[in-house]
């Protein structure tokens, strides 16, 4: 078994992987001033962009979850990998050669094949399968093709292969190139019956890839009648690296132009993907073998940078009979997934966009987009539609209808309009729609409810432990304090020699003063490249390990030059406040000491208050630069 990766390996591949440029692969960012960039965190749910990541320190921080830390622990956490996978796969990228220590063979525990490896055997498939696209057995593959206006160059440029009749032709390749069974079967491209067989077989493969362009699943269409699967598309299962909840066909080709025009378009299938991007509407991606959920809507905000304005734009594509309009529910019911505005494009006569660019050619394809609707009226429309609104008891049903639907918008900021188009679309009075809005959602709230009720056999509820919020304002010169020697050491140097822990007031930054000093101080890290990594990594205790990222990328505010007269000045500030808290609590102290029968006590504590109104001046005047 190999040792540990040396030291200074891991240094150079910490140095030479932008955390910016991997960053970006999965999010996007924009700048946000003073060397930081940001972006919606890939980590929870968010609407208004808190997850920071400052490329001159290596940093990410989300001020949203408090997840932060380095380049490493980013993809460990997005992608599930450990820390040694993390360095391999940005070694990799960066071309850095890692060597191992001798002697150091720690077992490591059990566990199944490296996602790296996963990652391997699907680029070898994908290459395989391509290349057998062109064979005389992959005829019917290209007609198919073919008749859907797709030639040989967008076949290579979607990555588009042809899997062998025959059962064992990849496994028997990937076995060729040093995988085990057990690799190939993690990976969902084998399967296991009585021997182990090819997962697909006799079918056109699209290779679905993450938003790095990494292949991590393929999905394969029916095109021989007599395919033993009778299910028209198959998809690869679960994998570790393939969730269908989680995974957009086409986001690696649409990631950058979705980002750049804050829009997304929505398709239902592989060919309508490439399609839209073959016509000019490069923003177009498709669910795998899943209806669009939350954790699609996830991904896709990740990268509009979608945002509480409502500037960007989701647009739907779905056919115009029944299943579509089911679809498009569904869609409008998840519809507050999305800061963006969200709309629905209907071909006429049904068509989907591989057809209508079959049919009409690139322009109709791009008109099709051009003449989006609202996803709510859209919706709205069809229920209300199903009513005759020519008869006072169809109006009624139909804004019974309509309301009740509204009454299930989880944004309540939104009701109010859709009431209003409830009322033009049904011809009532605005108030009727209201008031019938009004009843539906009461309706709703008094549905009955699940929630357990406590016994006397629960344990009582711990108490809860009062820590204030770091960001309070109270708090506010410790936390530039810290800001300054997490981010600039070297400026920081020696004028820091005079602070102690007791000028931290918040719990968690007087820890992080003692990761500080336990280090050996800001001289220390002067010298260190990665001394706000080492800080984080110096503890185990989650908050303190996020409290460093996140002083180590939130901006240091100041109209000056970082400066060692700048530090100096700061460092007074920060003294100053101790001091007069010092001040407050001797004065609190006189006024329970009696003069007469604690003269001698009174007496020095009087002068002690007296050398600190001292010192405190003369701190004032520091930190205004008059001393």
């Known amino acids: 078994m190999a040792g540990r990766i040396r030291d200074e390996d891991i240094a150079e591949v910490r140095e030479k992987a932008r955390i910016d440029e991997v960053i970006s692969g999965y999010v996007t960012l924009r700048n946000a001033g003073g060397g930081s960039q940001k972006g919606l965190c890939p980590f929870h749910d968010e609407k208004s962009p808190s997850f920071h990541v400052t490329p001159a320190r290596q940093f990410w921080h989300c001020f949203g979850c408090g997840e932060g830390g380095d380049v490493f622990t980013f993809l460990m956490k997005i992608d599930g990998l450990t820390f040694v996978e993390a360095v391999e796969r940005l070694a990799e990228k960066y071309g850095v050669q890692l060597r191992r220590e001798e002697g150091d063979h720690r077992p490591e525990r059990p566990r199944g094949p490296q996602r790296s490896r996963l990652i391997e055997a699907h680029r070898l498939a994908q290459e395989f399968y391509a290349d057998q696209l062109s064979g005389a057995d992959a005829l019917a593959a290209r007609q198919f093709l073919h008749e859907r206006g797709f030639d040989q160059d967008a076949a290579g440029r979607f990555g588009i292969g042809f899997a062998p009749r025959d059962g064992e032709a990849l496994l028997i390749h990937l076995r060729q190139k040093g995988f085990a069974d057990e690799e190939t079967v993690a990976a969902g491209l084998v399967a296991i019956g009585r021997s182990a067989y090819d997962r ?334 080492r800080l984080r990594d110096a503890t185990t205790d989650p908050a303190l390990a996020s409290a460093v990222s996140g002083l180590g990328v939130e901006p240091v505010l100041s109209t000056k030059a970082v400066d060692e007269a700048y530090v100096a000045s700061h460092v007074a500030r920060l003294r100053e406040v101790t001091a007069q808290r010092r001040i407050e609590d001797l004065k609190s102290r006189l006024q329970r000491t009696n003069p007469v029968e604690q003269a001698e006590e009174y007496q020095s504590l009087f002068g002690q208050l007296v050398a600190l109104e001292q010192q405190r001046r003369t701190l004032h005047e520091q930190a205004l630069g008059e001393a």
């Open 200 to 533: 697909f077989r006799g079918r056109l493969l699209w290779p679905i890839r993450d938003a790095t362009g990494d292949t991590i699943g393929f999905g394969a269409r029916r095109i021989f009648d007599d395919d033993r699967i009778e299910a028209k598309y198959l998809n690869t299962p679960e994998t570790p690296i393939y969730k269908k909840s989680q995974v957009l066909y086409g986001i690696d080709l649409a990631r950058r132009e979705i980002a750049k025009s804050s829009q997304a378009v929505v398709v239902e299938g592989y060919t309508d993907v490439m399609a839209c991007h073959l016509a000019g509407v490069p923003t177009a991606v498709a669910t795998c073998g899943t209806a669009f959920g939350d954790d699609h809507a996830r991904v896709l905000r990740r990268f509009l940078l979608d945002q509480a304005d409502g500037h960007g734009e989701v647009i739907f594509t779905f056919d115009g009979d029944e299943a579509g309009q089911k679809a498009a529910l569904r869609a409008f019911q998840g519809d507050q997934n999305f800061a963006s505005q969200t709309y629905v494009a209907v071909a006429p006569a049904g068509l989907d966009p591989c057809d209508l660019r079959l049919q009409q050619g690139d322009q109709a394809v791009r008109d099709l987009v051009g003449s989006r609707l609202p996803l709510y009226r859209f919706v709205l429309g069809n229920v209300v539609g199903r009513y005759d609104l020519d008869r006072a008891d169809g109006r009624v049903d139909a804004l019974r209808a309509g309301a009740g639907l509204v009454s299930s918008i989880r944004d309540r900021s939104k009701v109010d309009a859709f009431a209003r188009e409830i009322a033009r679309m049904v011809g009532v009075d605005i108030e009727e729609a209201r008031a019938e809005v009004r009843r539906a959602v009461a309706r709703g709230n008094n549905r009955p409810q699940t929630t357990r009720r406590p016994t006397q056999e629960d344990p009582p509820a711990a108490p809860a432990v009062d820590v204030p919020p770091l960001l309070h304002p109270r708090f506010a010169i410790e936390r530039d304090t810290l800001k300054l020697v997490v981010q600039h050491p070297a400026a920081v140097g020696r004028t820091m020699a005079e602070v102690t822990e007791q000028d931290f007031t918040h719990p968690t930054y007087r820890a992080v003063w003692a990761l500080v000093t336990a280090a050996g101080g800001p001289s220390v890290g002067a010298q260190d490249p990665q001394w706000a990594a």
